[in-house]
């Protein structure tokens, strides 16, 4: 097959774009390699997939949200599924710089919705756990109502659903959402929790622990995550009434993408600081303002749809993240 893959500079992109090109796919990865976090690191990931891959990944430096730029540079190539995982991530960075989010998640999502009608083929595309919000009732599951968000960056992953469930309906594009759960792993993201403690933990900087260390999150390791994302975009949702999913008679269907274990923020430092030989400096701070206190993912819909089975704990995915931390920086 194939595949065109958004943010392919990204965590989940570059991972996902590699192992569909070492199985045997074409890979055609787009990216705008954007400054939110080290424009080094997309490029080091988009090196090293050059590198393994050969000519099995092409890489073109696209904008999505510029509809006349991203039509005329995808004009003469063909492909038969689009897998998005292009987006502005993060929850507390959308409260510094929303339009961003509009711009990549809400402008851009509607751009590739039209690369799938116009091609008519199958897309699977980046919600996440965030649609979920405050909700309390643990693990969530994909019926639950989501129309609570509690940061700018929630909401436009529930817009993202909404909008493909109108394609779905309007065009019969098959579609399938997936709500990742904080993903982590090799080549993971500089603004996540766990790539923060490890560089402040190897620094001798303080860490900070919000909420007072009581948080709790289902954490997904990089290659549990790249198969469930495989196994969608290999299966995509068939338009034969359903219901689908999280409930859509469109060829439409939304599924959680965690471990299915909701692991104490306290223990997860302890198997870093482990794994880094090292104690952290602890420094310890409330709730931030749109942060989610708990989450869990029920991946039930997926595990019965796909066979989709998480394999990677904590005790086993942290030291290998720390082991490629060390790797790349020499540390
Ligand atoms: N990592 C997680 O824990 C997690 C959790 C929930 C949801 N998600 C979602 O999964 C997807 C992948 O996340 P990630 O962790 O790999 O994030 P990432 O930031 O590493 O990757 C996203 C990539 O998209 C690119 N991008 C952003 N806007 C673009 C645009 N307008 N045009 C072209 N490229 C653009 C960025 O340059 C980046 O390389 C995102 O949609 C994110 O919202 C991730």
Known sequence: MKILVTGAAGFIGSQVAGQLARRGDHVIGIDN??????????RDR?????????NAFEFLEIDFADNAALVAALAEHDFDAICHLGAQAGVRYSIENPHSYVQSNLVGHLNMLEVARDRKIPMTYASSSSVYGGNT???FRVEDRVDRPLALYA???KADELMSEAYANLYRIPLTGLRFFTVYGPWGRPDMAMWLFTKAIFAGKPIKVFNNGDMRRDFTYI?????GIVAC???PPLDDGGPHAGGSINPHRIYNIGNNRSEQLMDLIGLIETACGKEAIKEMHPLQPGDVKDTFADISAISTDLGFEPKTTIAQGVPRFVSWYR???GV
Do not use: E, M
Not at 33 to 42: A, R, T, W
Not at 223 to 227: E, G, L, M
């Open 137 to 139: 009732q643990l693990p």
């Open 233 to 235: 975009l290999d299966h």
């Open 223 to 227: 290659d549990d995550i790249v198969a």
């Open 327 to 329: 790797d790349y920086h």
């Open 33 to 42: 390699l954007n400054d939110y976090y080290s424009v080094q690191l997309k």
């Open 155 to 157: 909401a436009t992953k």
């Open 46 to 54: 988009i090196a090293h997939l050059k590198r393994h891959n050969g």
